[in-house]
């Protein structure tokens, strides 16, 4: 133990961060993206990850219809979501449906998950289901964004 320093750990092969951060030009490397920003609860890994004309919609099964928000009020409410949870654990299934609707500029993705959030009150909430994600870029080299959200989950 006398020549073991945890503040000077040696170097190792391999990048630092390869386990955290994913290839934003890739679908999978998105999704590593979007997990980790939700269970490190980070705004400034979340936000990238939207495209600026964002919606997110979801199912209002009190009023029967879908309702919908942009993507300042989708910042403003995970901003809350994150600064409320102690812990949040994403889980992501498999992909249910994966489309290219323009030629490596445009895909769907539908894939299941498992959410638990607990909130600083101790209260856990758990949901699963599927997103719908549309993610777009601008050319076969830049990052995935999220476009469009339909949340099709179970809580």
Request: proline share 3%.
């Given at each position: 133990?006398?020549?073991?320093?945890?503040f000077?750990?040696?170097?190792?092969?391999?990048?630092?961060f390869?386990?955290?951060?994913?290839d934003?030009?890739?679908?999978?490397?998105?999704?590593?993206?979007?997990?980790n920003?939700?269970e490190?609860?980070?705004?400034?890994?979340?936000?990238?990850?939207?495209?600026s004309q964002?919606?997110?919609?979801?199912?209002?099964f009190?009023a029967?219809?879908?309702?919908?928000?942009?993507?300042?009020?989708?910042?403003?409410?995970?901003?809350?979501?994150?600064?409320?949870a102690?812990?949040?654990?994403?889980?992501?299934?498999?992909?249910?449906?994966?489309?290219e609707?323009?030629?490596?500029?445009?895909?769907r993705?539908?894939?299941?998950?498992n959410?638990t959030?607990?909130?600083?009150?101790?209260?856990?909430?758990?949901?699963?289901?599927n997103?719908?994600?549309?993610?777009?870029?601008r050319?076969s080299?830049?990052?995935?964004r999220?476009l469009?959200?339909?949340?099709?989950?179970?809580?």
């Amino acid at each position: 133990m006398a020549a073991c320093n945890p503040f000077s750990p040696a170097l190792e092969e391999g990048a630092a961060f390869g386990d955290l951060l994913g290839d934003p030009t890739t679908v999978e490397g998105f999704f590593t993206n979007f997990r980790n920003a939700y269970e490190l609860r980070d705004l400034s890994l979340y936000e990238p990850l939207l495209d600026s004309q964002f919606v997110f919609i979801w199912r209002d099964f009190d009023a029967q219809i879908d309702r919908e928000w942009g993507f300042a009020q989708d910042l403003e409410t995970t901003r809350r979501l994150f600064a409320n949870a102690n812990l949040i654990r994403l889980q992501w299934n498999q992909i249910l449906s994966s489309d290219e609707l323009v030629p490596f500029l445009q895909s769907r993705v539908i894939r299941s998950f498992n959410l638990t959030i607990t909130l600083e009150t101790g209260d856990v909430f758990r949901g699963d289901g599927n997103v719908n994600f549309l993610l777009a870029r601008r050319d076969s080299t830049a990052a995935w964004r999220l476009l469009r959200w339909r949340d099709e989950s179970e809580f």
